[in-house]
Structures are given as C-alpha cells and as structure tokens.
C-alpha cells in the first residue's frame, strides 16, 4: 500500500484550543504524523510517497467540499493575523456548537497541505499495489463541515476524497469512519449527496465532541457507544459497518482513519489497545473496493504509531491472501 507524506507548511503550527476563555496547546501538531509515519516504516510492503496533487485541482475539490464564502473568509481571516495572533473571535464554528479552533496565520496552509495529502492518496489509487493508500495528514478534517470548522479540523479531507473519487468514475462511494468522535462535517457534506453514504463508529455524541445529538439522514448509519466498548464490541461494531459497505453498493471507500479511541488518548475515553487496530485493518480488508485512508485523531504521541503499524499489518496480511486465494498474485 501507498503512504502519502504532507508537505511541510510553515512552521506546520501546533493546534490551540479553547476550554473557558482560556488557551491551550495541544497535541495535535506535526510529532503526531512523525510517529505515524515511523509505525507504518516498520511494516513490510507500505511505500512512502509525497504529495503529488497541484493548486488548481485542490482547489476545485476543496471548492467542491466547502461553500465559497466559507473559503474566501477563512483566508481572509488567516491572512490579516500576524506571526502569534490568534482569532478566536470568528463566527466560522458550527451553529450550536462551542466555538473551540482558533485561527492563526497558518491555518489556511497546513489545512491546504493536509486535503493536498489526501486527495494524492486518490490520485495514487491509480497505480497503488492492494489499491489502497494512506494519507498522513493533519489537522483531521471530519469535523469541518459545508461552512464551519470545529475541532482542529478546517477543510474535510475525507469529503474532498468523495469528490476526487467522482471526478476519477467512482460513482458511488462510502466513507467508513472509525474515529473516537463523530464526523459530524463529513455527515453535513454528504447529507445531500445521493450516492455518498457514510458509516461510523462512535462515542456518544452527547457525551464527547460534538456534544449535540447526532443528526439522521437515510445514508448515514452509525454505532454509537454510550460506554467504552471491549474490543470484541468494537470489532463487531467495525464489521457491521463492512457489511453495510457491501450493502450500500458503493464502487470505492473512503476511511477515516481515528485512532483515539485507545486508552490514554488525552481526547478519547476510551480502553482500547493498539493491537485492536489488527482487528480493523483486517475487517477493512476483506472490502473488495479501492481504499482511500485519510488520518483523523488520534493523539497519544507515544502510541499512535503503534496504531498505524498494527492497522497496516492487518490489512496487508488479510488482503494479500485473499488475493493470493483468488490467483491475482501480491500486486
Ligand atoms: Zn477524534
């Protein structure tokens, strides 16, 4: 399988948050995609590669992903702060939901660099041994939705993919998102989309981010864990969601890659262990589609490259020998 490394952008700032008036820094920032990278290093048969999408098609997917006026505001605002400022004073948040991202003047760049990152995990689909590629990129985007931004995430990567996936012939797609928090973003874009559906696995939504109900339209299907799940809960939820994958009729699938639903992720709650991710690398594997992995959370420095390692392991063992069984050799 393809890696796909994001591009440096600035000095790739570190994210802030906001909790009561007061700032913050957090984990998410460029050491997560370091020891991503470093876990999926050691795995056999994963091939790093650079970003390869230019401006103009970046710019009509994200154009396709995000109303215009949400785009021209964002840089507008991004391009007024100076080196340190932050603005915490925009109205771009999700109505309903606590304004928690703040601007600063990279915003804009490293959220271009990270769709960048994605929509080249499409591009390299093409020619990608097993057809699938992983996008390592940051800040997450499930959380960005037509015209709001909120948790960390700014443009939405996976959303973008669905648009780079049709424009390549990919009718109808599905995008499986395991990550601790619900893509309530990816869930608005798509809303309208007829051909798109979109599965996820959960915490609660009223108990983590985004602290509101979760929304219902007829291709959304969720699993929602009020309590953390075992990892045999988990799994079963994972393959539940395969199988409605199957069900959907999609032609190409799109992941949202979380991995902080492991215990001692500082934004999760969860007690899941990185080998779970085996589990789920697996299940994905036994989709007979294209496969298009983009990186949301996951913040526990020390264990997210763990995660990757043990998810890429999963699912280059199961799909190499399904495809060994069915005479199509390792390609
Ligand atoms: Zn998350």
Redo the contacts with the bound molecule.
Sequence with gaps: MIAIRQRPAGRGPRNLRNRGGVTEPTHEADARLSAIEAGLCRVPGVELRGATVGDAELDRHLRATHRDPYLRELERRCAALDGEQQDFDHDLSCPGIELDTPLVRETVALAREGTRTALSAVAALADAPLRAAYALCRPPGHHAGPSWLGGYCIYNHAAACVAALRARGFRRVAVLDF???FGNGTAAILADDPEAWMLSVHCDTERAFPYVPEPRHPRLQTIAFREPPSEADYLDAIAQLREAVRRCGSEALVVSV?F?GIAGDP?GGWKLTPEVFRGVGSCLAEIDLPQCWVQ??GYALDRVGACAKHLAEGFLTTRQGRMRAAGEGDA
Aim: hydrophobic residues 10%.
């Design positions: 990550d601790f928090h979380g902080d934004h949301e959370g």
